[in-house]
């Protein structure tokens, strides 16, 4: 995860210092997204054991709309599920997370028209589940993201994107029949790859 989140600020570093002539302009154009990728989750802890967290595969798609020749609005929802198990390997069942993001882009100028690196950040809504044998229910909560990206525009309307964000949340609780019996932290880094189409 230190490795991504590097990765992240260096691309933050790298759009913040690019050139100063207009990249491709959105303002006032709406756009829909859609994405697939890798989730790298925090790992989270069920009866006093720590629960180690697999990658897992992220899918979504949203709206993106330009307010300005610089900033834009973004709206999406992301899926992801990872598996968890304990240090000895045994397997723990597996959790799932639904992203509601709400956020805003700063998309920076380039020398380059069809690139248009961007920084962004914004709020979102984590709404977790967690199949194990037994069953068990995880607390939906409220975080924050920030994020990094490029797009590239193959014409005025189709355009291919890649994207580091970084999503911070609080832990929240496990419940299992039998009460509270754990922490799942839903906090994480996700790099994705995707298509966004401009209807105007």
């Given at each position: 995860?230190?490795?991504?989140?590097?990765?992240?600020?260096?691309?933050?570093?790298?759009?913040?210092?690019?050139?100063?002539?207009?990249?491709?302009?959105?303002?006032?154009?709406?756009?829909?997204?859609?994405?697939?990728?890798?989730?790298?989750?925090?790992?989270?802890?069920?009866?006093?054991?720590?629960?180690?967290?697999?990658?897992?595969?992220?899918?979504?798609?949203?709206?993106?709309?330009?307010?300005?020749?610089?900033?834009?609005?973004?709206?999406?929802?992301?899926?992801?599920?990872?598996?968890?198990?304990?240090?000895?390997?045994?397997?723990?069942?597996?959790?799932?997370?639904?992203?509601?993001?709400?956020?805003?882009?700063?998309?920076?100028?380039?020398?380059?028209?069809?690139?248009?690196?961007?920084?962004?950040?914004?709020?979102?809504?984590?709404?977790?589940?967690?199949?194990?044998?037994?069953?068990?229910?995880?607390?939906?909560?409220?975080?924050?993201?920030?994020c990094g990206g490029l797009d590239y525009f193959l014409t005025k309307h189709l355009v291919l994107n890649a994207e580091v964000r970084g999503?911070?949340?609080?832990?929240?609780?496990?419940?299992?029949?039998?009460?509270?019996?754990?922490?799942?932290?839903?906090?994480?880094?996700?790099?994705?790859?995707?298509?966004?189409?401009?209807?105007?």
């Amino acid at each position: 995860m230190k490795r991504l989140i590097a990765l992240l600020c260096l691309t933050l570093t790298v759009a913040a210092g690019s050139g100063t002539a207009l990249a491709e302009n959105i303002k006032g154009r709406l756009g829909i997204t859609g994405k697939i990728g890798f989730y790298l989750p925090g790992d989270s802890d069920f009866d006093n054991y720590k629960l180690e967290t697999d990658a897992g595969f992220l899918g979504g798609g949203g709206l993106i709309y330009g307010v300005t020749d610089n900033l834009a609005a973004e709206v999406d929802v992301t899926y992801t599920k990872f598996g968890a198990e304990l240090v000895s390997g045994l397997d723990q069942g597996d959790f799932s997370v639904t992203n509601i993001a709400m956020g805003v882009q700063y998309r920076f100028d380039t020398p380059q028209p069809k690139l248009s690196p961007y920084a962004g950040g914004g709020i979102d809504i984590l709404i977790s589940d967690y199949d194990r044998p037994g069953g068990a229910d995880v607390d939906p909560t409220v975080g924050v993201h920030l994020c990094g990206g490029l797009d590239y525009f193959l014409t005025k309307h189709l355009v291919l994107n890649a994207e580091v964000r970084g999503v911070v949340a609080p832990e929240v609780d496990i419940d299992a029949p039998g009460g509270k019996s754990g922490n799942f932290d839903p906090s994480g880094v996700a790099a994705t790859f995707g298509v966004r189409l401009f209807f105007n």
